[in-house]
């Protein structure tokens, strides 16, 4: 389905949040430049949002208004529709299937929606020849979904994993410079914008989950499982514990990994102890990074800002230019019919190392019990820490284990917890040297 | 010119050595991944290269051998000629120019012909609507060309520079990491395989000047402009200017650096102080990175393998991919009538800190000589540190400067070399802190 040269492509856009007004300034900015790179003009026509009289910093003036963005999305005289609602349902999810429906292109940078539906509006798409395109749902300005899909498309790809996440980076560094708790730098966070109101989707990983599910399906030609994804945030890390990573030669990243082996895939986003040294380490702040492997190309890094108004209106461009241009690729790399259902790995079955944080009673005999517990479980211990001496009041204690199962590691957390000596619950964090 | 859907895409390829045999594997070892992708089958026809007899560890025998790589070019039976000889002009060039001239697409590895001739070789391929990919000759695997092109083709990139040699890289790693001299990890390197028998292009800074002439065309719509690059190498770099560096917070990489600004395009490949917790100062051995400045996207960093059959292939099929699917860009991110000519800025006019290390004769009045030169072109010394005392003997003086220009730094050194108690010529380094 390629569209006739020289005819500008038309856009309409669904949602003007810091996005969509990003969106249209970009276009205003580049219009030649867009031209000489798609052949063709990049124009919009219509726009859709709550509310018509927010002032958004750009000039609506020129473009159809429309309070109903399904109808849009079915009628409006576009080529395009991009999707800029969000969430995993409702309106986004009629806004997108009515324009694939009506053989109308989609652009989305909605990771909700693709991290349920993926498989589905990939299917729908192909039913009318539309393109749907969602470079701007993973790592913000960063080409990962074109890398996946079309630079790295030789190769099989046997892990993917990164920083997806850059407000819990964010957290996470500022905790480690300044020695803050999770609450205060979470709090600054939101004034400065980088975390919103409600943190959640952000600081329980959800949003690094959504993520990760793409990728997945990017990487491993499957089709898109997000509740497949092993899930753990950011809340429970305390500033002890970038203290005890800084003395073990760690540093704490929020990391979304996807594998793929003989046995099947496995997705999980959980804080992860990383060697200080490794390149993920080196990536701060809200930057986010991606890096894949591949079995021609070897290790790939990509990495560049996460969200924001103007990255993610670069990556929604590029995918505008792709449909204006005639470029097409199948939408999760392969054609939908193709893409596999994996077998979904357990978390029980994940195999590595540990870092374990107790708070315990000082006294004797109590290191004894733990690693009582460890010897029942086979579980073998690398290092121990105790912070501090304080008979008969609680002090620190820091864990690391050789390699083991998750399956074993939970039984030793179990154990542990269940001990009269131990006033709370451990705090666990994998560890991770690849 | 898309091809018609279903039957494989043909390739003939033209040379024989690691990357031909790597894409030959790749093809044997991923075709039903291959063809998912592309919606069509990969298939080798044709070969040629100069001895037919050499055990490549890939089996030709299903493929029709040409002694004469031209007349395959033009006469195979093919869709896509792929480049692998490798050279600037000579059979390499007459190649590729009569595989477009017969209409047919070409996939090169090749950065010295593109750097040299890559503006007339687009021009060509238009004129018969082939395609020419070459996501190859640069940066190996990564695929930097596609991002470029297509993946942050809505932003103007005001700057791009990176890591483009891993033979340079590996060896200022290696002299940092042992303290061993620049003659003295060469051998190693030649011995590992990591440098050819003759390194000039590599050590000298050519290669990765190819390259930054590549990227610098793709990145700001300019006709590619090898003659423009300023181009230094690493051969003058000492165990103790790395020892320097350390003690001043900085790591030295050869680094390709190209600006666009009003005034012109500046393209430089030299060693470079870069602070030790840059991105860019992460990268050690063989691994190259490319970073880029985007006015919507911000700083996108893509780094993987540079060099090897491997990588070199994982690029090579992506271009074939991208023919195979019919997904077209123009082949430097715009046509080639729309590459404008840019004035290229020399290198006199760059603007910069410097570092300097002189070998002087211990005796009073030398220091005050030297900062006299300094203050008479109005250059601002940032700091001096003289290594040792030992009067009447030659001892090691290491200065660095605050911004200033590389005509006013060229005047300094001129005098400094002039001085009596100065007795070899000053080494020096530009400081890059962006």
Redesign the interface.
Known sequence: M?MANGEAVKLAIAGLGTVGA?VIA?IE??GA??T??A?RGVQVTAVSARDRARDRGVDLSSFEWWDDPVAMAREADCDVVVELIGGSDGVAKAVCEAALDAGRHVVSANKALIAHHGTALAERAERTGAAFGF?AAVA????IV??LR???????ISRVHGILNGTCNYILTEMRETGRPFEDVLADAQALGYAEADPSFDVDGVDAAHKLAILSSLAF?VAVDFAGVHVEGIRRIAPLDLEFARELGFKIKLLGIAEKTAEGVSQRVHPTMVPVDA?IA?IEGVTNAVETE????????????GA?G??T???V??DV??VA??????IF???AD?LATAQSLPMSVHEGAYYVRLRVIDRPGVIADVTAVLRDQAVSMESIIQRGRDPEEPVDVVMTTHDTTEAAMQQVLAGIDALDAVVEPPTVIRIDRT
Chains 1, 2 share one sequence.
Do not use: C, T
Not at 140 to 143: C, E, F, L, S, T
Not at 294 to 305: E, H, I, R, Y
């Open positions: 390629m990003g970009l900015a580049q430049l867009l000489d790179r052949g470079e913000g300005g960063v080409p074109k890398a079309e630079g790295l498309a030789g190769n099989r030609g390149p080196a591949g079995d021609f190309v070897g290790s790939v890094v990509l990495q560049g800002a924001g103007g990255p209106a670069s990556a461009i590029a230019l792709d241009a005639g470029r097409r690729a199948p790399g392969v054609p193709a």
